[in-house]
């Protein structure tokens, strides 16, 4: 079992940016695939970033070229870099991992992009 806290949202001006970071409770090293989910108010969640052990990672389009998904072993630790954001960035930005046969989410941190 690990359990996900994440950090780092908060409000920005568009054009702005924000890091968010994923503290897991013990090593990740063993976990093939975290990802991040955002939710905005009367929407689906939605699948942003993924990465992989490998370092390899996926974006959904419309962050492409603005956001950069990765991992930090040593800290336990997952970030979502978030660069040039957008009025639809703003949504509750979550952290998922599937370990052991179990999905984990984090407890979700506000984004909140405007002027």
């Known amino acids: 079992q690990v359990q996900f806290v994440e950090s780092g949202g908060g409000l920005v001006q568009p054009g702005g940016s924000l890091r968010l970071s994923c503290a897991a409770s013990?090593?990740?090293?063993?976990?093939?695939?975290m990802g991040w989910y955002r939710q905005a108010p009367g929407k689906q969640r939605e699948l942003v970033a993924t990465?992989?052990?490998?370092?390899?990672?996926n974006y959904v389009d419309s962050v492409k070229g603005r956001f950069t998904i990765s991992r930090d072993n040593a800290n336990n630790t997952m970030y979502l870099q978030m660069n040039s954001l957008k009025p639809e960035d703003t949504a509750v930005y979550y952290c998922?991992?599937?370990?052991?046969?179990?999905?984990?989410w984090g407890q979700g941190t506000q984004v909140t992009v405007s002027s």
């Open positions: 998922q991992a599937i370990y052991g046969g179990y999905i984990y």
């Open positions: 013990r090593s990740i090293f063993s976990i093939y695939r």
């Open positions: 990465i992989t052990s490998g370092d390899r990672t």
